[in-house]
């Protein structure tokens, strides 16, 4: 819960008790006006959210009673009756709040400030796939983070565009459009008004799975960017939940893009499927390009950019982007590639074929582990020409590697993530996404993959002369 709203819930608790303790309601309207004060305050700000809806009704009603109640002492079977089911009635008031909180991203680990900016690309080479007017260029929008100066600078919710983006994500999950809206409170670290830094930085691009947004892993790009990257996250145009295009259009998920594997058969799914990780890694491919282009979108930030080191890295569809990009010979411009539970089955066959080498690492989740995809990504890390780390995660699922640990404390209780606690998750995730890009894009930090153990992961090492 929120500062104001805990104050909402001491002046009821004050409100039930004081006549329980004493035996006498308080001065008439003084309660009342602690009610609806707090109230106000609360709603002008921190907004009103649903799952605030019990308590204020508490708060109405207890101010209710204390100016139109004329009875203001208690016998003591009043006040024993009072202080049982005000207790019943203050937990239940604060259950929703306390259960579904606005989220808060952890404080990023590194020294840097973190300015962020948006971009719209245009791929006029590839024709649009998905939508109701296919055939035309891809366009597609990026958010860049990188190293800013320190300055007093407002910052950005962890979604710009949350009206649009947070019911779509709570459609894909199956819920009511707005059982998420109160996550448009939750605030990132980046300000858009932030100067970048000087120097050069290291380039990470990250790419999202199927339904999911270019800030749904947001606490690791803030990590990353606060330990000297700059990080690019695009929005894949109809493969995420929703986007909005520069010119204020709104493009939701295509619901063909992935058809129902019980609606079709298995050839024309896992063409969709392979079609997916294929567009995906173009937008990658196109990203990469843009960077290249001096004058292109990405503009100045060009500048800090050091093109010589660039890492790619996803979940789920967006994993397998990540590594088929990275799998090309030809394009020698990806360094090094990291992947949370890749769908590598999507990844046809000539990549399936390929040899890595690039140093790699691949995380999984106990939900993926020992699956038919799972031994396809331990083929490809057993031919690797580079040094390939496999990492298991015990008590994690696919939920865990992006920021479901951290919108509810019961999310493991209504299987939305695993097991494991969410701050163990992500300070092991954290662990390695930073390490292992420090390792071989810096130079530096290889304890961080070597030395430091957790009882709940599982390494395997592949090093380039096939001993593991």
Same mark, same amino acid.
């Given at each position: 819960m929120r500062r104001f709203e805990y104050v909402l819930l001491f002046a009821a608790a004050f409100a039930v008790y004081w006549p329980v303790v004493f035996g006498v309601r308080p001065r008439r309207g003084l309660v009342a006006l602690g009610l609806t004060g707090s109230l106000f305050v609360h709603l002008q700000?921190?907004?009103? &959210?649903?799952q605030m809806i019990p308590l204020y009704l508490v708060g109405v009603g207890l101010a209710f009673g204390d100016v139109f109640y004329l009875e203001r002492k208690f016998e003591w079977s009043g006040r024993v009756l009072r202080g049982l089911l005000g207790a019943i009635g203050l937990v239940v008031a604060a259950a929703l709040p306390v259960a579904l909180p606005v989220p808060q991203i952890p404080t990023p680990g590194g020294p840097?400030?973190?300015?962020?900016? #948006?971009? &719209?690309?245009?791929?006029?080479e590839r024709d649009e796939p998905y939508g109701e007017r296919p055939g035309g260029p891809r366009e597609f929008m990026a958010q860049v983070w990188y190293p800013a100066e320190a300055i007093a600078a407002p910052v950005v919710p962890w979604s710009q565009d949350s009206e649009v983006v947070i019911p779509a994500i709570s459609r894909?999950? /199956?819920?009511?459009?707005?059982?998420? $809206?109160? #996550?448009? %409170? #939750?605030? $990132?670290?980046? $300000?858009?008004? $932030?100067?970048?830094?000087?120097?050069?930085?290291?380039?990470?691009? %990250?790419?999202?799975?199927?339904?999911g947004v270019r800030t749904n892993s947001l606490n690791q790009i803030e990590n990353l960017v606060s330990n000297g990257y700059i990080v690019i996250a695009p929005d894949h145009t109809h493969i995420a939940a929703a986007t909005v295009l520069e010119d204020g259009e709104v493009v939701f998920l295509d619901q063909d893009g992935l058809p129902d594997p019980n609606e079709v058969d298995e050839e024309e799914y896992d063409e969709a499927a392979t079609l997916m990780v294929?567009?995906?890694?173009?937008?990658?491919?196109?990203?990469l390009n843009a960077l290249e282009d001096g004058a292109g979108p990405f503009g100045d930030l060009t500048?800090?950019?050091?093109?010589?080191?660039?890492?790619?890295?996803?979940?789920? #569809? /967006?994993?397998?982007?990540?590594?088929?990009?990275?799998?090309?010979?030809?394009?020698?411009?990806?360094?090094?590639?990291?992947?949370?539970?890749p769908w590598v089955s999507a990844l046809d066959e000539r990549d399936l074929q390929q040899t890595m080498t690039r140093p790699a690492l691949y995380m999984r989740s106990e939900e993926w582990a020992g699956t038919e995809d799972d031994?396809?990504?331990?083929?490809i890390s057993a031919r690797g020409q580079a040094i390939t780390y496999s990492i298991g995660i015990e008590g994690a699922t696919s939920e865990d590697f992006v920021m479901m640990p951290l919108l509810t404390p019961l999310a493991?209780?209504?299987?939305?993530?695993?097991?494991?606690?969410?701050?163990?998750?992500?300070?092991?995730?954290?662990? %390695?996404?930073?390490?292992?890009?420090d390792v071989f894009m810096?130079?530096?930090g290889s304890a961080q993959l070597d030395s430091v153990s957790f009882s709940e992961v599982d390494v395997f090492v592949f090093d380039p002369e096939g001993q593991s």
């Amino acid at each position: 819960m929120r500062r104001f709203e805990y104050v909402l819930l001491f002046a009821a608790a004050f409100a039930v008790y004081w006549p329980v303790v004493f035996g006498v309601r308080p001065r008439r309207g003084l309660v009342a006006l602690g009610l609806t004060g707090s109230l106000f305050v609360h709603l002008q700000f921190e907004g009103f &959210r649903w799952q605030m809806i019990p308590l204020y009704l508490v708060g109405v009603g207890l101010a209710f009673g204390d100016v139109f109640y004329l009875e203001r002492k208690f016998e003591w079977s009043g006040r024993v009756l009072r202080g049982l089911l005000g207790a019943i009635g203050l937990v239940v008031a604060a259950a929703l709040p306390v259960a579904l909180p606005v989220p808060q991203i952890p404080t990023p680990g590194g020294p840097e400030a973190i300015g962020t900016t #948006t971009v &719209r690309l245009i791929d006029r080479e590839r024709d649009e796939p998905y939508g109701e007017r296919p055939g035309g260029p891809r366009e597609f929008m990026a958010q860049v983070w990188y190293p800013a100066e320190a300055i007093a600078a407002p910052v950005v919710p962890w979604s710009q565009d949350s009206e649009v983006v947070i019911p779509a994500i709570s459609r894909a999950m /199956g819920l009511p459009s707005w059982f998420w $809206s109160h #996550t448009r %409170y #939750t605030l $990132s670290h980046a $300000s858009p008004e $932030s100067p970048i830094a000087e120097g050069t930085f290291p380039v990470v691009i %990250y790419s999202h799975s199927w339904e999911g947004v270019r800030t749904n892993s947001l606490n690791q790009i803030e990590n990353l960017v606060s330990n000297g990257y700059i990080v690019i996250a695009p929005d894949h145009t109809h493969i995420a939940a929703a986007t909005v295009l520069e010119d204020g259009e709104v493009v939701f998920l295509d619901q063909d893009g992935l058809p129902d594997p019980n609606e079709v058969d298995e050839e024309e799914y896992d063409e969709a499927a392979t079609l997916m990780v294929e567009t995906q890694a173009g937008d990658l491919v196109t990203v990469l390009n843009a960077l290249e282009d001096g004058a292109g979108p990405f503009g100045d930030l060009t500048d800090s950019a050091d093109l010589n080191r660039i890492g790619v890295y996803g979940n789920g #569809t /967006g994993g397998a982007a990540a590594i088929k990009v990275c799998l090309d010979e030809e394009d020698e411009r990806c360094r090094a590639v990291l992947a949370m539970d890749p769908w590598v089955s999507a990844l046809d066959e000539r990549d399936l074929q390929q040899t890595m080498t690039r140093p790699a690492l691949y995380m999984r989740s106990e939900e993926w582990a020992g699956t038919e995809d799972d031994a396809l990504l331990s083929g490809i890390s057993a031919r690797g020409q580079a040094i390939t780390y496999s990492i298991g995660i015990e008590g994690a699922t696919s939920e865990d590697f992006v920021m479901m640990p951290l919108l509810t404390p019961l999310a493991a209780r209504f299987d939305l993530k695993g097991p494991i606690a969410p701050g163990r998750v992500i300070t092991i995730i954290d662990n %390695y996404l930073l390490g292992f890009f420090d390792v071989f894009m810096l130079g530096t930090g290889s304890a961080q993959l070597d030395s430091v153990s957790f009882s709940e992961v599982d390494v395997f090492v592949f090093d380039p002369e096939g001993q593991s």
